[in-house]
């Protein structure tokens, strides 16, 4: 079992930045696949970014691509959403999940995510 422990969100204005964290319990973090999903009242949870396991491969949403950037440090169990230039269309509860099924191939449906953590919300205010 692995748990997933999320901080950083709050509110900014358009056009600041946030940084989110993510925390993870286990000693096998390095083979998961991780994910920052968003979820907007009435809109369904999306992909907003993923990162395989080494790092070397990530995927971003075209909505934010340009604006965030995740990253992973394996030796402290730890994925980063770095998210620049907010627009207030990224507010809603972001959410970081684990795939323990591949280490270096991202899959983007919820479903397919084994592990999640308790969500962070993020507001931008126009």
């Known amino acids: 079992q692995v748990q997933l422990v999320e901080s950083g969100g709050g509110l900014v204005q358009a056009g600041g930045s946030l940084r989110l964290s993510c925390a993870a319990s286990?000693?096998?973090?390095?083979?998961?696949?991780m994910g920052w999903f968003r979820q907007a009242p009435g809109k369904e949870r999306e992909l907003v970014a993923a990162?395989?396991?080494?790092?070397?491969?990530?995927y971003y949403a075209d909505s934010v691509k340009g604006r965030f950037t995740i990253s992973r440090d394996n030796a402290k169990n730890t994925v980063y959403l770095q998210m620049n230039s907010l627009k207030p269309e990224d507010t809603a509860v972001y959410y970081c999940?684990?795939?323990?099924?591949?280490?270096?191939?991202?899959?983007?449906?919820?479903?397919?995510?084994?592990?999640w953590g308790q969500g962070t919300q993020v507001t931008v205010s126009s």
């Open positions: 999940a684990a795939d323990r099924t591949y280490t270096e191939y991202i899959r983007r449906q919820t479903i397919n995510y084994d592990y």
């Open positions: 286990g000693r096998t973090f390095s083979s998961y696949v």
């Open positions: 990162v395989s396991g080494s790092g070397r491969i990530t």
